[in-house]
Structures are given as C-alpha cells and as structure tokens.
C-alpha cells in the first residue's frame, strides 16, 4: 500500500464550485505540505503544517483553505474554483524528528484537477 | 528570493549515452540540494539528496555534484536507458526557511 495516497486522482468541475483534495499517509511523519505543478513553472507550496496545530502559508496560498484533520490527514480546499487553478496538486509528508539538512519529502501520487 | 533554474527543459538521447542535467540556484544559503524523478501519473520519488557541507552523493548510476559557491548542481547519469525517461526536478531547502523551492524540471527521453 501506498504511503501517502491522495483522493480523488482525477476530478473536472466548473468554475465557482467548492472543491476539496483529500491526503492521508502512513508514514507517522508530522509536516504535511500541499503543492500545485503548471507546464513550466515546477511545483510551489501553496500551505504546509508542521504538526496538527500549525497550519502556514507558502508562497501562493490565495484561493485556497486547508484543514489538518488529524496527524495523518490535510485536506486542500477551493472555495470557489476558477480556471486558473487547473493544475496538478501533490500532497508531501516529511518526518520532525529528522534533521532539516537531512529532511527529505515523501510525494502522494498527485491529483489532476480542471476547472472549466 | 530563492529561485531555481534547469536546463535543458526536454532532452533526447539515444540509449547508452552519458548525460548530465543541470541545476542553478540563485540563494547559496541552503540547508540541502535534492533531485528528484517524476513519471506520468505517479508523485516524486527522491534520488539523492546533498547535504550544504558536501560536494557530491552518488546511488548506483547516478551522481549528483554540488557548488554551492558558485549556485550550481548537476546530475550525472551512466549509460542511459529507456526505463530513465522521466521527468527531473531539483529543489533546494533554504536555510531560513526549511521549505523546498522547485527548478521547472528537465523531461528526459532515452530512446532505445
């Protein structure tokens, strides 16, 4: 079994629709982190949490929400969806009890979503 | 702000070839260096990380070098095969920060 896996793997909605990507992992690793990936540009944080109750923003948290349900789920939220936040979104996990210079990521599968 | 950079962005070689990937940073003061392989349908998968106080790690194959002076880092990977067309991505963990910024990756096609 996977060790971080994200629902739902592939999702279309319509612009102004409330959407929510869910990330669960079995890894025991307290800082999860959501990225979105567009053609071109890499992957950017758009929140992280570094324990169930620590949520920040990263670099493009605009349009999104994010919940830390529990140490092994982070949920990432579009309110109200627009065309522009069609991309590929990846759920990470990292592990507190390592070093930062020795810190590496762990990546689910990603979700595909557009919005039309 | 920390920004990274790869070139080439797409890159085609004939199986067998030894082929070097490459990665700049604009920000020395990093913690680490890592690179990482995307496929189709499936997350990254990290293939070496290099710590700030090293030059080079290497696994298998592959070697990743680090300049951390001079912002650069390459991936060196011997005799290609079709099963190391992917996607690679570098990024780098900032030592204020502790989060990971992302080069735009560089698609590589290994072609039998």
């Known amino acids: 079994d996977a060790d971080v896996t994200q629902t739902p793997r592939n999702r279309i909605t319509k612009t102004g629709k409330r959407i929510m990507l869910e990330c669960s992992q079995t890894k025991g690793h307290d800082r999860m982190y959501w990225y979105r990936q567009d053609p071109g540009l890499g992957l950017r944080l758009i929140y992280y949490s570094f324990d169930v109750k620590d949520i920040n923003k990263g670099e493009i948290s605009d349009g999104y929400s994010v919940s830390r349900q529990a140490q092994a789920k982070f949920s990432l939220s579009l309110e109200s969806a627009i065309p522009n936040q069609t991309a590929l979104y990846f759920c990470?996990?990292?592990?507190?009890?390592?070093?930062?210079?020795?810190?590496?990521?762990?990546f689910g599968p990603g979700t595909r979503l557009t919005v039309l | 702000k920390q920004e990274v950079t790869q070139i080439p962005a797409a890159l085609s070689v004939p199986e067998g070839e030894n082929l070097v990937l490459n990665c700049s940073f604009t920000d020395s003061a990093i913690y680490n260096l890592q690179w990482f392989r995307q496929d189709p349908g499936k997350g990254l998968t990290s293939l070496l990380l290099i710590q700030s106080s090293q030059r080079e790690q290497t696994s298998g194959r592959l070697n990743a070098s680090l300049d951390k002076s001079s912002g650069r880092s390459t991936l060196y990977i011997a005799a290609s095969q079709p099963g190391d067309s992917a996607t690679y991505l570098c990024a780098v963990k900032g030592s204020n920060t502790g989060k990971l910024i992302f080069g735009q990756g560089t698609t590589l096609q290994v072609k039998p």
């Open positions: 990470a996990t990292s592990d507190t009890g390592t070093s930062v210079a020795w810190d590496t990521q762990y």
